[in-house]
């Protein structure tokens, strides 16, 4: 897997762990001569993933909706820059661009990018995987949802399918690999 896709929260006002896991990630990515591709803010979990991953040797692209260019919110380490329209073409844009892709904790655009390759994976768009990266048990909440709804059989296919769960950094390399 060359190019990553990785996605995040934009939020400066997490608990630190987080922002420590995104570098190590970042650090990662550019001792490994890894693609990073991600929304291209310059705020948060994004920027602090990129700039480690930059800072080693990564080649950063970023998917720049309009919205995120007209705010000032571009990141200024992007190697490559597509821009587009919206969050629609920004989730269509970066799954086609990466090869996997590996969701740390984010909020409600970071579940709607995870979502959006599940759910078009499970009807056979494509073969991708999303990585949950489970830092510090964020995504325990929405596991434990989503063995719910395969329970009540509202999943017609096993999740296990289209996700993995990395509970710790090696977990999350070797799922990578």
């Known amino acids: 897997m060359k190019k990553i896709g990785i996605f995040c929260s934009a939020s400066e006002e997490i608990a630190p762990i987080y922002f420590e896991k995104a570098r190590e990630l970042g650090i990662w990515f550019g001792q490994n001569q890894k693609t990073l591709v991600y929304g291209g803010a310059n705020l948060g979990l994004m920027e602090c993933t990129a700039k480690a991953a930059k800072e080693n040797g990564a080649f950063i692209m970023g998917v720049v909706p309009t919205k995120l260019e007209e705010r000032g919110a571009v990141s200024d380490l992007l190697d490559v820059t597509f821009r587009v329209d919206n969050l629609s073409d920004r989730k269509d844009m970066m799954l086609v661009e990466s090869d996997i892709l590996v969701a740390l904790p984010g909020g409600v655009g970071t579940l709607d990018e995870v979502f959006h ?15 949950l990266y489970n830092i510090d048990g964020f995504w325990d909440g929405l596991l434990s949802f989503l063995d719910g709804l395969k329970e009540k059989r509202f999943a017609r296919r096993p999740m296990e399918n289209f996700l993995s769960v990395a509970s710790d950094f090696d977990e999350l390399i070797e799922l990578i690999k």
């Open 117 to 131: 390759v599940v759910a078009s994976a499970s009807i056979g768009y494509h073969a991708k995987r999303v990585i």
